[in-house]
């Protein structure tokens, strides 16, 4: 039988990381030879031609790159990179472990604690809006937690670069959540806006448990962007 041509598909597989180290172990376990496999429930013929992207938050300049798919299975596909793909996507894993600021734009972790929805939504679009127009050398990424207690175990488990919570949460109050924070977890050094319209009552019992900011309520974000670049000096 007489085997179809390959062709490229109107389609672009992106594979996305948490973060740029999660790309570079993925790149040296599985992207380091000229095929890979990647991942994925869509359904693509053998020898097709498609686009295969690499993101992860702070990637400035974007990774796509050419393959054919060679072998399908339940799982995913494997592919073989396409005029010099192979060369490209080594070139540009040793710029990202080089923290190349050309490509690796550095990454601010924000945890935003507020049990207001609609408030956690502006907080996190106006700072990711503001690295766009203002900030294009630093990307935001975001966790929320809508309790103290919640926020409690993400500062356990993670990382984070900067915080912003509400003085009056459910569960655990704010006051309450920094407080343990600063001495249970030793995260001293960590920067912590604390906003709220509970008047002078909240902003003393925030900055005594160890608030670094206090911001009232209603909050215009361009004050938020301009406390955050403050405290974090970008």
Do not use: W
């Not at 929805?117 to 203002?134: M, T």
């Not at 630093?138 to 993400?154: Q, W």
Request: with cysteine; charged share 20%.
């Amino acid at each position: 039988m007489e085997r179809q041509p390959a062709k490229k598909e109107l389609l672009r597989l992106i594979v996305d990381y948490d973060n740029a180290d999660e790309f570079l172990e993925d790149y040296e376990q599985n992207l380091t030879s000229s095929t890979a496999f990647i991942g994925t429930s869509r359904q693509i013929s053998i020898a097709t031609i498609i686009e295969i992207g690499f993101a992860f938050p702070g990637l400035m300049e974007p990774i796509v790159l050419d393959a054919v798919v060679t072998q399908t299975n339940a799982e995913g596909l494997t592919i073989a990179f396409l005029a010099g793909g192979a060369a490209k996507l080594k070139t540009m894993a040793e710029r990202v472990r080089a923290k190349d600021p050309k490509v690796v734009a550095p990454v601010v972790n924000v945890l935003i604690v507020e049990d207001n929805k609609h408030v956690c939504d502006l907080v996190r679009q106006g700072l990711a809006g503001s690295a766009r127009r203002e900030m294009q050398h630093v990307t935001f990424t975001f966790a929320t937690a809508e309790n103290g207690a919640i926020a409690l175990e993400l500062l356990k488990t993670r990382t984070f670069d900067a915080a912003i919570v509400d003085v009056y949460l459910p569960v655990l109050d704010g006051a309450s959540l920094i407080q343990q924070a600063r001495t249970s977890l030793g995260l001293t050094k960590l920067p912590i806006i604390t906003m709220s319209a509970g008047g002078d009552g909240a902003r003393n019992a925030a900055l005594k448990a160890g608030a670094s900011v206090f911001l009232d309520k209603p909050v215009r974000l361009r004050e938020v962007v301009a406390t955050m670049r403050q405290l974090l000096s970008v």
